[in-house]
């Protein structure tokens, strides 16, 4: 292991950890997931009689509910993360110890650049590491790339179901009440279209785990002009009801 001023960059090898999530004799889990931030679309689903509950995430403060349900005669689970970088990784790597395998996940992302409209769907190719957890699975570097075969999947389903996409980079921050002028101006100059919390993480933790996985953002609100637009982002129901169809789906193809 290297040594380095910098804690997070002393990036260790080593694959073993003393602390790893808990197998189950069985893997209770259906290999493809989608993990969603839509929160209100699933409890939509549950209310719907769509989705059965089949298991937990659990932390100190809440248990997040895994459920499932058939997608094309496919089972396919459906989970809500914990959300920013650190709750990704630990998220990704309990639903994989439970048996999940090839991962979609969508969520909601701000707009970096003028002009991208409101719902707008953005399939991320990679994203720049400005977040902690990402650096204890990969070497350090400026972007996580989306892991190749989650990409290419993504693509084709994509291509396959007509939804179109824009295709880019997005910053993944820690820190969400610090996305200064500056910050905001650089990031959008090294080709970010998007930020959010969560997508280095994410990729970072299944290129370590050599797991098939893509994301897929929609454009929210909006950190291109002098102020702040909400654009309502967090309250776009369809946009997000659409979005978690368009993830049931598309893991159809992983
Ligand atoms: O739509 P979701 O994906 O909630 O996520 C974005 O919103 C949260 C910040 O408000 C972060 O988790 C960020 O990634
Ligand atoms: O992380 C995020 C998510 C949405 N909007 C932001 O400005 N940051």
Redesign the pocket.
């Known amino acids: 292991m290297n040594h380095s001023p910098f804690p997070i960059l002393e990036f260790d090898p080593d694959r073993r950890a003393k602390l790893t999530p808990e197998h189950p004799d069985t893997p209770l889990l259906p290999q493809r997931c989608v993990i969603t931030f839509f929160r209100e679309a699933l409890e939509e689903l549950v209310r719907e009689q769509k989705l059965d509950p089949i298991a937990y995430l659990h932390s100190e403060i809440v248990d997040l509910p895994i459920y499932r349900l058939k997608r094309d005669g496919e089972p396919v689970c459906v989970a809500l993360p914990f959300a920013t970088s650190p709750g990704a990784v630990c998220t990704l790597e309990e639903l994989h110890t439970l048996g999940a395998e090839k991962f979609v996940v969508c969520g ?3 707009c970096l650049t003028p002009g991208l409209e409101l719902g707008r769907i953005i399939l991320p190719v990679s994203a720049v590491r400005d977040e902690g957890a990402s650096y204890h699975y990969l070497e350090p570097g400026r972007e996580a790339a989306c892991p190749a075969e989650g990409l290419a999947a993504a693509r084709r389903g994509l291509a396959s179901l007509g939804i179109p996409v824009l295709e880019g980079k997005t910053w993944t ?1 820690d820190a ?1 009440y610090r ?1 200064t002028e500056e910050k905001i101006a650089r990031r959008a100059a090294e080709g970010c279209l998007t ?3 969560e997508c280095a993480g994410f990729f970072a933790a299944a290129q370590f785990h050599g797991l098939p996985l893509a994301q897929l953002l929609y454009a ?2 909006d ?1 291109s002009a002098d102020t702040w637009d909400s654009r309502g982002w967090d309250r776009q129901h369809t946009v997000r009801r659409n979005l978690l169809e368009t993830a049931l789906d598309l893991v159809t193809y992983f």
């Open positions: 909601g992302a701000g921050t969400l996305e930020v959010e919390m929210g609100d950190l």
